[in-house]
């Protein structure tokens, strides 16, 4: 069956730690893969995209990871921030009709004082 | 000047009723897309929908419809409503052929009594 999971439901980091969440994948093969920031009573912050023809992606404090033969990827936030605190989503895409995403379920990040 | 917006915010309703969530985006984009986010705060694919076609996901009872007035508009209609139907539901929208970020509402929180 077709699965997509983040690891733990949460994860407490202390601040100016680098925090990693993962997201693996089976039964899928995707095009793309992005990560989503979603705080409480708000929709999701696109953050990242990440091609399967590319390995990292960058932008200011985050980077992406993606192994398409390992089926992960991996999402850092390096020098983390208490206003980092969030739940992180990954999510499969295909091709560029007018497909949609398919979520993972999320990772709540905890960054503490 | 906000990009995606949906009304109402909050919606509670009986069982049995017929209710509508309204979706708007000021963003240009081909492409719009209802998700649902249920009380494990899975987000899931209900519907995409472009100038050419509507995808509908199989698992979505054909009680939910959208309806799609213009291009910057897909309202979500929803008939006879059951308890079930409680969730988050979020708009998104994007331009395919670009980098395929989704832009999503802020979320409608429907309860079903």
């Known amino acids: 069956s077709q699965k997509i999971e983040q690891n733990s439901e949460a994860l407490n980091i202390q601040e100016g730690k680098t925090a990693t969440l993962t997201c693996n994948y089976t039964?899928?093969?995707?095009?793309?893969l992005q990560w989503y920031r979603q705080d409480p009573g708000r929709g999701p912050v696109f953050l990242l995209l990440i091609r399967e023809n590319e390995k990292e992606k960058r932008k200011e404090r985050l980077k992406v990871t993606f192994d398409t033969t390992l089926k992960q990827s991996l999402f850092h936030i390096t020098a983390s921030q208490p206003a980092d605190s969030a739940t992180y989503l990954c999510a499969l895409g295909w091709g560029g009709g007018a497909d949609g995403l398919t979520f993972g379920k999320g990772t709540h990040l905890i960054i503490q004082p | 000047d906000t990009a995606v917006s949906q009304t109402p915010k909050y919606l509670v309703t009986q069982m049995g009723n017929d209710k509508s969530i309204k979706c708007e985006q000021n963003l240009g984009h081909d492409t719009m897309y209802w998700y649902k986010q249920d009380s494990k705060k899975f987000l899931k694919i209900m519907f995409s929908?472009?100038?050419?076609?509507?995808?509908i996901n199989e698992t979505v009872p054909n009680r939910f419809s959208p309806k799609s007035p213009d291009k910057a508009h897909l309202n979500l209609h929803i008939n006879s409503l059951e308890l079930g139907d409680s969730a988050v539901y979020f708009c998104?929208?994007?331009?395919?052929?670009?980098?395929?970020?989704?832009?999503f509402g802020p979320g409608t929180r429907l309860t079903v009594t």
């Open positions: 998104a929208s994007s331009r395919p052929g670009t980098s395929y970020e989704q832009y």
């Open positions: 039964n899928y093969s995707p095009a793309y």
């Open positions: 929908y472009n100038n050419k076609e509507l995808i």
